[in-house]
């Protein structure tokens, strides 16, 4: 029987902190074998915005990340709260939070998932339009954060050259230049057509 | 001092398993708050194939995850092993378990973070031309998977539509379009260059 989910026999927490918890689960496939443990990895949803101006310029910021413990390039975004009573909520906190601006428009991009194998979250990505800078950023001090817009072929230019390296961020800017219509795709004919 | 990484001032282990390993950091930032605990995830490099033949159809699987909870269409890939001396090598490797399938070439689109803030390993994604079929697929019982060949239009609607929701493999499939010469971005004046 393909594509039937495994069984949970018996689950227990590894880790439970308000950041990061860790189950694991013994579990059984739909073709009887067990697997246990299978390590899964859950926290809250994750946000995430693609913010551009009127140029079509993108909002990135740049950052120290402790995971990779390297200065990264990225768009706003972070962790849902508790609080926030639905995603939007969650991005346009980050964003003001992160960056000083707010936005007429928070366009959904959908519900992805960061690592299907691994983890239970999801990541909600927002294409965000009509920005204006009301406050200064109001970040925690662990986060320097240096704001800065770039014009689409710069964006495209350093993803190519790998300047910009978090690959859940460029999911979603792919999401949002897709939803937007800023990307066509080339046929094996030459033509073109919109994605 | 913006932009300067963390100190560590001391670390331990929380879970050390083959498969998912998660450290807390004792760390200060450069303005000289102290952040107790900070939780890392290790685990090995994945790698990523972004599989295209002749008529630019790209090979998808759908494979139940115990992540989501969920039959998710993704690309083919996996864990490097140990084993592995290089990238490449890990990725023809899960290519072949998975679908059964090899290729002529195998173009490196470069080392991507999964998720900068809490993640220490890299994702290595492969634009991968010229597929030949060499082999019945050789997973491990946990891993029913179905292969199918789908047309890029098809793809892209798969994709605005939600049906295709892994983030870090949309991020792979943004980039091998991208290095193939298959997507132009268009610019506000109606223009388009290849991205």
């Known amino acids: 029987m393909k594509h039937a989910p495994w069984k949970i026999e018996a689950s227990s927490s590894i880790l ?4 990061l918890k860790v189950r694991a689960d013994a ?9 246990d443990p299978y390590y899964v990895v859950e926290s809250e949803d994750w946000v995430h915005t693609a913010v551009f101006d009127e140029q079509r310029r993108i909002l990135l910021i740049r950052l120290y990340r402790h995971g990779n413990q390297a200065v990264n390039l990225e ?3 972070g962790n849902m709260d508790p609080g926030d009573p639905n995603p939007e909520t969650a991005a346009r906190r980050e964003l003001l939070e992160e960056t000083g601006y707010t936005a007429d428009q928070f366009i959904p991009l ?4 960061p690592n299907s194998a691994r983890n239970t979250n999801s990541l909600h990505g927002f294409a965000v339009l009509g920005p204006r800078k009301v406050a200064e950023p109001a970040t925690d001090a662990a986060e320097e954060i240096s704001c800065e817009w770039v014009e689409l ?16 961020h460029l999911a979603v800017i792919f999401l949002a230049l ?6 066509d795709l080339d046929t094996a004919q030459g033509r073109t057509s919109t994605v």
């Open 75 to 77: 768009i706003p975004g």
């Open 110 to 113: 959908g519900d992805l998932t």
């Open 178 to 183: 897709q939803k937007l219509g800023w990307l």
């Open 27 to 35: 579990c059984t496939t739909p073709s009887g074998e067990r697997i």
């Open 16 to 19: 439970d902190t308000p950041w």
């Open 153 to 168: 072929p710069e964006l495209m230019r350093r993803i190519a050259a790998g300047e910009f390296r978090q690959a859940l």
